[in-house]
């Protein structure tokens, strides 16, 4: 028996619901995702007698890799970047599939005991900070409809920023005309049967090009209707380099050398997309006209933005590309005017035939996971408050979150994000602090904290946090700068700390962010294709 059907089975007779938890706690971690588990393994790991419980609003763990069941789900970064640091990858693949994934992570919370304090089907829904208790109050929901309050001196959020619950929706018209199926990977039906029939799939990031050549083995065609290209690139999925060292070293040493190569490669080719765009182009579109022909590449695969202005989606072992030299795989580029009874019909007329349409058109981004914060009978305005070092947000005490890279692996700045919310806690236990709240200067200048050009972040990002112009509210898009930064950080820097059971204390909130901040290069292109999904809810 696995370890992930241990783990599931012994979560079901548990059933650790909200009537279940504690009254009152030191760390609650929202998610029992990456970030999550990440999390509570730093805390645990530096104050081993924390009383912690992670909460996961599901009805069992593992995040994204619980959630996304579509034909083909799998990494679009490497695994040496993409599991712990504390848990280095030993299976053969590099760009591993989703079930390979979840029960990694699963065997992590399994053996480090982070299982026993998961509690599933356990939705946080409002958050209320009292300075007089300096405790949250936090609103539990279950899935059967009971609720709870439980009280937590510290609340990480690791619940990622998408929409568990409802994808991006585009509006097509005569959806109900159309005779077939339309689903959406998010909700994946799991007894939808693709063979021999003619499946459309509506999107051209992530999920559509790992999506595209799986449902190809079985179904009579497929076709990906794009209505703007994506740069794409072949990753093998298997690391050869990673094979030999394997031969000759344990597992922690591999896996820092595998890490450290893919991270400097990553790097190279997002700082040559900022200070070179038409050398990172060439570089990418050259690789696709080794593997394509020129005018498919030209007219399917050239996009009218610079590469990392959107997320660069890896092809496992170029699957995409071999499928669509067979014949199995049609790309088409075009504008949908309107689904009807046969299929859908694009702006310039022509009609794409289907059985089975996959909407593979974006996700929707939710701050914070829709919690509802208050400090002190304040309502706070995520939108309007700046990001601390990009884990917490000013004027709210005792509460981070975790964000990751945009142009990199989620967990490589999750773990950063751990360490420094693991050490801040211990710092505050140490020194007898009941309150720690960073305060934002005045004069910052605001820029989104999600820099991508993408539909499903424009559509969304002034709802989140704004980072500024100076240390520690800026965040770097480096994990190499991130990684000494972090190390280096003041946990009491630009931080107001109260004293433990200090009474009638006023907490600053320093400079509030604007409502909207523009961001460079946005009005270029906002196409609903996804980026890297399997990274941001972990």
């Known amino acids: 028996m696995s370890v992930t059907r241990e783990y599931d089975q012994a979560a079901a007779a548990v059933r650790r619901g909200p009537a279940d938890l504690p009254d009152e706690l030191d760390v609650l971690v929202v998610g029992a995702g990456i970030s999550g588990i990440g999390a509570a393994y730093r805390l645990l790991e ?82 209320s900070w009292s300075s007089q208790t300096q405790q949250w109050s936090v609103d539990v929901e279950g899935a059967d409809g009971s609720a709870r309050v439980v009280r937590a001196r510290y609340v990480h959020l690791g619940s990622g920023y998408y929409d568990y619950d409802s994808p991006h929706d585009p509006g097509f018209v005569g959806v109900e005309d159309f005779a077939g199926e339309v689903v959406h990977p998010q909700h994946w039906p799991q007894d939808l049967d693709l063979a021999g029939r003619r499946v459309v799939v509506i999107g051209s990031g992530a999920t559509a090009v790992s999506l595209v050549p799986a449902a190809a083995q079985t179904a ?46 990553q790097r190279f080719l997002y ?21 394509l022909p020129q005018e498919v590449v030209d007219e399917h695969f050239t996009p009218p933005y610079d590469v990392w202005d959107q997320r660069l989606c890896a092809v496992r072992d170029g699957d995409l590309f071999t499928a669509i030299r067979s014949g199995s795989v049609e790309v088409v580029t075009g504008h949908v005017d309107r689904f009807e009874h046969g299929g859908i019909r694009l702006q310039d007329g022509r009609l794409v035939e289907a059985d089975v349409v996959v909407t593979a058109t974006g996700l929707r981004l939710k701050a914070l996971g829709g919690i ?133 204390v006023h907490l600053p909130t320093g400079a509030v962010a604007p409502a909207t901040v523009d961001l460079p290069g946005s009005s270029s292109n906002t196409d609903d294709s996804v980026g890297d999904l399997v990274e941001v809810r972990a």
């Not at 394997?246 to 490669?265: D, F, I």
């Not at 700082?271 to 593997?291: D, K, T, W, Y």
């Not at 972040?457 to 980072?467: E, I």
Request: charged share 25%.
């Open 220 to 265: 009579a065609s497929v076709t990906m209707l794009q209505r703007t290209p994506s740069y794409v690139i072949a990753v093998p999925a298997s690391d050869r380099l990673v094979e030999r060292l394997r031969r000759v070293l344990p597992p922690g040493p591999v896996q820092q050398v595998a890490r450290t190569k893919n991270v400097l490669v």
């Open 372 to 504: 509802r914060l208050t400090v002190d009978d304040r309502a706070v305005d995520i939108g309007r408050t700046f990001a601390y070092r990009g884990l917490m947000l000013s004027g709210v005490p005792n509460m981070s979150m975790t964000v990751g890279y945009v142009n990199a692996s989620w967990t490589l700045r999750a773990d950063l994000v751990s360490g420094f919310v693991a050490r801040l806690v211990h710092h505050m236990r140490e020194h007898g602090i009941g309150a720690a709240v960073p305060f934002a200067p005045d004069g910052m200048t605001p820029a989104p904290i999600l820099d991508l050009t993408s539909g499903y972040v424009q559509r969304a990002v002034g709802a989140f946090p704004k980072v500024g112009d100076r240390d520690p509210w800026t965040m770097e898009q480096s994990y190499m700068k991130d990684r000494r930064a972090f190390r280096a950080a003041d946990v009491t820097q630009d931080m107001h700390l109260v004293p433990l059971g200090a009474v009638g």
């Open 46 to 127: 530096r104050d081993p007698d924390l009383d912690l419980a992670v909460l996961e609003a599901r009805e069992s763990s593992g995040g994204t890799w619980d959630l996304f069941r579509y034909p083909g789900v799998r990494s679009d970064s490497d695994m040496y970047s993409l599991s712990f640091p504390f848990r280095p990858w030993d299976r053969e693949q590099s760009i591993a599939d989703g079930a390979s994934i979840l029960e990694y992570l699963r065997e992590t919370a399994a053996d480090s005991g982070i299982a026993e304090r998961t509690y599933l089907g356990c939705s946080v829904v409002a958050a």
């Open 271 to 291: 700082v040559l997309s900022r200070v070179r765009p038409s050398a990172a182009r060439g570089i990418v579109l050259g690789a696709l006209r080794r593997v």
